[in-house]
Structures are given as C-alpha cells and as structure tokens.
C-alpha cells in the first residue's frame, strides 16, 4: 500500500487549505483512514478520522467545527478540508490507512502564518 498526500501550503490565518490522500493498493480491504499532523517539538496527533464503515468520524477538539473529512471509498481517497485556520495548525499532516501495520503518507507541509 501506498498513500500519496497533495494540497497544503501556506495560507493566512482565517484562510482555508485542502489536503487530500490516495490509496494505491490492490486489496479490496477496507479501513479506516484519517490524517495526523506533527509540529516541532511536539507528538503526533490524530486530526480527523473516516470509519471503514462510512459513518465514524471523528474530530481533534480543536478542529472541530472548522476542518471536515470526507471519503470516497471507491477512488480509495480521503480529503480534509480546512477553514479557519489558526497559526497553531500549522504541522505537517500525514495520512494514514489503518492497514497492519498502519501505512502513512509522506507528510505535507501546511503553514498558517499570523
């Protein structure tokens, strides 16, 4: 499996990104998929997740209310949409397929500047 992350950037605070991941695979498992995102000197953290069953998602607290995932379980894709973005979003964000082991993307860049 392979996970290929696009979008990101920088924006200014307030503004919003869109970060979105496909699934290369063969398999015709289905799992949950989401996005973490680590800053500097800080742990990663579990932003949004998509259920395997179409219907669990669920929000970091901070996020709530303003970034949004969504799934298409047939292009294998997930996306985040974000809004209202604040400075201390800025990290980079991973996508993740909860595979065994889990799969990761390589990480993309979102930068929110004051």
């Known amino acids: 499996v392979q996970l290929v992350e696009s979008g990101g950037g920088l924006v200014q605070a307030g503004g919003s990104l869109n970060v979105s991941c496909v699934a290369f695979?063969?398999?015709?498992?289905?799992?949950?998929m989401g996005w973490y995102r680590q800053s500097p000197g800080k742990g990663r953290e579990a932003v949004a997740i998509s259920g395997w069953d179409g219907e669990r998602i669920i929000y970091l607290d901070s996020v709530k209310g303003r970034f949004t995932i969504s799934r298409d379980f047939t292009k294998k894709t997930v996306h985040l949409q974000m809004n209202s973005l604040k400075p201390e979003d800025t990290a980079t964000y991973y996508c993740y397929e909860d595979t065994s082991p889990r799969t990761w993307g390589q990480g993309i860049q979102v930068t929110v500047s004051s």
């Open positions: 695979d063969d398999g015709s498992m289905v799992y949950d």
